[in-house]
T-cell receptor, first 117, second 112 residues
Framework: NAGVTQTPKFQVLKTGQSMTLQCAQD?????MSWYRQDPGMGLRLIHY???????DQGEVPNGYNVSRSTTEDFPLRLLSAAPSQTSVYFC????????????????FGPGTRLTVL | GENVEQHPSTLSVQEGDSAVIKCTYS??????FPWYKQELGKRPQLIID?????GEKKDQRIAVTLNKTAKHFSLHITETQPEDSAVYFC???????????FGTGTRLKVLA
């Protein structure tokens, strides 16, 4: 298994440009999430999905869109990039323990370093 | 919603000493608490986790304790080694929502 993969690894955008960060997993995990990591602020949840066709907002959703058309893929779209979106973006996936109220181990992708000029 | 606070932000210990990192959470419904280690330029990786029905869990030199009444959980690393140097993050789930909320991280430096 490749696990969780992300593309691209690095990206430089100009203010106002749009782009899509790709995330895929081959572990048949139900749950997928996007985080951004900024110095001193840890990992902040942007959007997450509990299954194909179902997405919800996290702590910092503004300026980002997501969709989940398949179990494997969970792309993150930046509609109009701003310098405040300069960050390292991590995608993660996990599976349910089956007991209905908690998730198990979360696996992270390698990250995408995004710079917005 | 859930809020997770993590202390200290930086921690330096001598090789062979113990290190303790503490997190507090706000949502009493949270029931799963993982700890992640992130080396420079790498992805976060799970090192240990604990569920709310357990008070302590150990894995070799690493242990996690949970106090549900006080709503805090701690990571304990014994006999620290230089390779333990990294940033450590705690997290908590909001029960039923499958959202992980992370602490702000602790940079651990193990001095040889």
């Amino acid at each position: 298994n490749a696990g969780v993969t992300q593309t691209p690894k690095f990206q430089v955008l100009k203010t106002g440009q749009s782009m899509t960060l790709q995330c895929a997993q081959d572990m048949n995990h139900e749950y997928m999430s996007w985080y951004r990591q900024d110095p001193g602020m840890g990992l902040r949840l942007i959007h997450y999905s509990v299954g194909a066709g179902i997405t919800d907002q996290g702590e910092v959703p503004n300026g980002y869109n997501v969709s989940r058309s398949t179990t494997e893929d969970f792309p993150l779209r930046l509609l109009s990039a701003a310098p405040s979106q300069t960050s390292v973006y991590f995608c993660a996936s996990s599976y349910s323990s089956g007991w209905g109220t908690s998730t198990d181990t979360q696996y992270f992708g390698p990250g995408t370093r995004l710079t917005v000029l | 919603g859930e809020n997770v606070e993590q202390h200290p932000s930086t921690l330096s210990v001598q090789e062979g000493d113990s290190a303790v990192i503490k997190c507090t959470y706000s949502d009493s419904a949270s029931n799963y608490f993982p700890w992640y280690k992130q080396e420079l330029g790498k992805r976060p990786q799970l090192i240990i986790d604990i569920r709310s029905n357990v008070g302590e869990k150990k894995d070799q030199r690493i242990a996690v304790t949970l106090n549900k009444t006080a709503k805090h959980f701690s990571l304990h690393i014994t006999e620290t080694q230089p390779e333990d140097s990294a940033v450590y993050f705690c997290a908590a789930t909001q029960s039923g929502t499958y959202k992980y909320i992370f602490g702000t991280g602790t940079r651990l430096k193990v001095l040889a």
